[in-house]
């Protein structure tokens, strides 16, 4: 894989992430799943440091005040929210930049490494979901919806990372044209929706 090809994992990464971040949503709306965002940012919450969270809310308040942009707990609640949504894209960033990284040395691999980076963020983040006990599910189906979706994600993120290596490389002064661009996000989309 060529060095520009970490810019293609992350953005294949981060664009990956808006499925799951749907299928997860999905599942909380028709079978009382966790959806994942939430339950990540509100773990985040109750570990953090207590005076950085207080910094944080402060912070936040300041701003809503500042800008005047309506009642302070309505934008609040909206913008952790909103927080709660970039910091599961960032993940996704993160998940595709390190794919990235490893298919510098085996591209062959890529699939392997991105089921087993799913299985990682699936252990972890039902971990999460079963501390908070948001989920309204059976426990069995709970840990079967999301290994499947997050196995499912990791996968198809290491397949089409492994694609766009190749296709970054064939043209090495150039930048990737608007069509490969538009075919390679396009099939993750449709990858990542028939594997969940």
Same mark, same amino acid.
């Given at each position: 894989?060529?060095?520009?090809?970490?810019?293609?994992?992350?953005?294949?990464?981060?664009?990956?992430?808006?499925?799951?971040?749907?299928?997860?949503?999905?599942?909380?709306?028709?079978?009382?799943?966790?959806?994942?965002?939430?339950?990540?940012?509100?773990?985040?919450?109750?570990?953090?440091?207590?005076?950085?969270?207080?910094?944080?809310?402060?912070?936040?308040?300041?701003?809503?005040? =500042?800008?005047? #942009?309506?009642?302070?707990?309505? /934008?609040?609640? !909206?913008?952790?929210?909103?927080? *709660? +949504?970039? &910091?599961?894209?960032?993940?996704?960033?993160?998940?595709?930049?390190?794919?990235?990284?490893?298919?510098?040395?085996?591209?062959?691999?890529?699939?392997?490494?991105?089921?087993?980076?799913?299985?990682?963020?699936?252990?972890? =983040?039902?971990? #999460?979901?079963?501390?908070?006990? /948001?989920?309204? !599910?059976?426990?069995?189906?709970? *840990? +079967?919806? &999301?290994?499947?979706?997050?196995?499912?994600?990791?996968?198809?993120?290491?397949?089409?990372?492994?694609?766009?290596?190749?296709?970054?490389?064939?043209?090495?002064?150039?930048?990737?044209?608007?069509?490969?661009?538009?075919?390679?996000?396009?099939?993750?989309?449709?990858?990542?929706?028939?594997?969940?």
């Amino acid at each position: 894989m060529r060095r520009t090809s970490l810019f293609m994992a992350i953005g294949l990464g981060a664009l990956t992430s808006l499925p799951v971040i749907a299928m997860s949503y999905l599942g909380e709306m028709l079978a009382g799943l966790p959806f994942l965002p939430f339950d990540l940012f509100d773990w985040l919450a109750r570990i953090l440091p207590g005076d950085l969270l207080t910094l944080g809310i402060d912070s936040l308040v300041g701003v809503i005040s =500042l800008l005047q #942009i309506g009642p302070t707990s309505v /934008v609040a609640k !909206a913008a952790e929210r909103g927080m *709660a +949504l970039l &910091l599961f894209v960032g993940i996704g960033a993160g998940f595709g930049l390190l794919l990235g990284w490893l298919g510098r040395r085996k591209p062959d691999q890529l699939t392997g490494y991105g089921v087993r980076g799913g299985a990682i963020l699936f252990g972890g =983040l039902w971990l #999460i979901s079963a501390s908070l006990g /948001v989920s309204r !599910a059976p426990l069995l189906m709970t *840990a +079967l919806w &999301l290994a499947a979706l997050l196995v499912g994600w990791g996968w198809s993120l290491g397949w089409l990372v492994q694609r766009a290596g190749p296709a970054l490389a064939a043209e090495p002064e150039s930048p990737i044209s608007r069509r490969s661009f538009i075919r390679i996000v396009g099939g993750s989309v449709a990858t990542l929706t028939v594997s969940s």
